[in-house]
């Protein structure tokens, strides 16, 4: 395959035709519960999707997915859940873990009966014994007491106190479950924008760079504005976009034409697409 391929076409009906097992990675996030209006009417048929996405997903590959509930009636619409049980149940992934993307900055004075939303969830979900790649070394972040000496004690299971021997705080430490980001207003791309419902480069970059390596093929198959493709790109990934509407794969193909260059295009094209 070439480096990249955009293909406008339904994600159901165009996984159907990706070769089995051909897949490192995928990263996308699907329109839920009506929260945007993306122009041209689709349905979303998640369990579809999910058996798709594990038949050509290679065996340790890794599918996140970036989601969250609406709200309707005052009650949330359990999305979320109820993927992560269908997927799990009906098309043998299983979820390596849940994590919180945090949207950092996100405004709101007018919520008035209820908290501010200011999370979506990060599905996880892995094919067979366990990822193939992990490598959280590129999302450690800094330790708060770096360099200090910590002497103190560990809480045992059964609620006793260890002792432990005093050692330096490393400066950086283990990426946790929460994950905050400035949202992608906050990023000063115009292109990007024109697109009504994007997640952040890093946050595609960092599943990237955790999930797959060099040489990888990463998968969106509701790319929108681009995100995945282009980080994957700039990570030296091939990538796939798919996009049901036309105008969201010109942008996909713009921001790969002007965020990437050319040394990081060198792939030949997917031949059974
Ligand atoms: C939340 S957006 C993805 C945004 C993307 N992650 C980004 O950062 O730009 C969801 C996308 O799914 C696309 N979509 C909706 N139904 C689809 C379908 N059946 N097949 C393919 N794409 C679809 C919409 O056109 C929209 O661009």
């Avoid at 299971?157 to 705080?169: A, E």
């Avoid at 049901?244 to 697409?273: G, H, P, V």
Wanted: proline residues 4%; positive net charge; hydrophobic residues 30%.
């Amino acid at each position: 395959m070439k480096d990249y391929d955009i293909i406008k076409g339904d994600c159901i009906l165009t996984t159907q035709k990706i070769e089995e097992e051909s897949i490192d990675l995928s990263v996308f996030s699907p329109p839920y519960d009506n929260i945007r209006d993306y122009k041209k009417g689709w349905v979303f048929d998640y369990s579809a999707l999910g058996k798709n996405l594990y038949k050509i997903t290679k065996d340790g590959g890794v599918c996140a997915v970036v989601i969250g509930d609406g709200t309707k009636n005052f009650a949330k619409s359990l999305t979320t859940f109820k993927l992560a049980v269908n997927w799990c149940e009906n098309a043998n992934w299983r979820l390596f873990e849940t994590c919180i993307y945090q949207r950092d900055g996100n405004p709101g004075a007018w919520w008035k009966s209820r908290f501010r939303v200011d999370h979506e969830y990060v599905l996880l979900f892995f094919k067979g014994g366990r990822p193939k790649t992990f490598n959280k070394e590129p999302l450690m972040i800094p330790a708060k007491h770096a360099g200090k000496m910590y002497s103190g004690t560990d809480r045992l299971t059964n609620g006793n106190f260890k002792k432990i021997k005093p050692k330096t705080v490393n400066s950086m430490k283990c990426r946790g479950t929460v994950w905050k980001y400035g949202t992608s207003n906050t990023e000063g791309n115009r292109i990007k924008l024109e697109h009504p419902a994007t997640y952040p480069d890093k946050l595609a970059q960092d599943l990237i760079l955790c999930f797959s390596k060099p040489g990888d093929v990463v998968l969106d198959p509701m790319c929108g504005s681009g995100t995945t493709c282009v980080m994957a790109i700039k990570n030296n990934r091939k990538t796939i976009g798919i996009d049901i509407n036309s105008d969201y794969c010109d942008i996909t193909k713009n921001r790969i034409k002007n965020e990437t260059t050319q040394q990081q295009i060198m792939f030949e094209k997917l031949a059974t697409i």
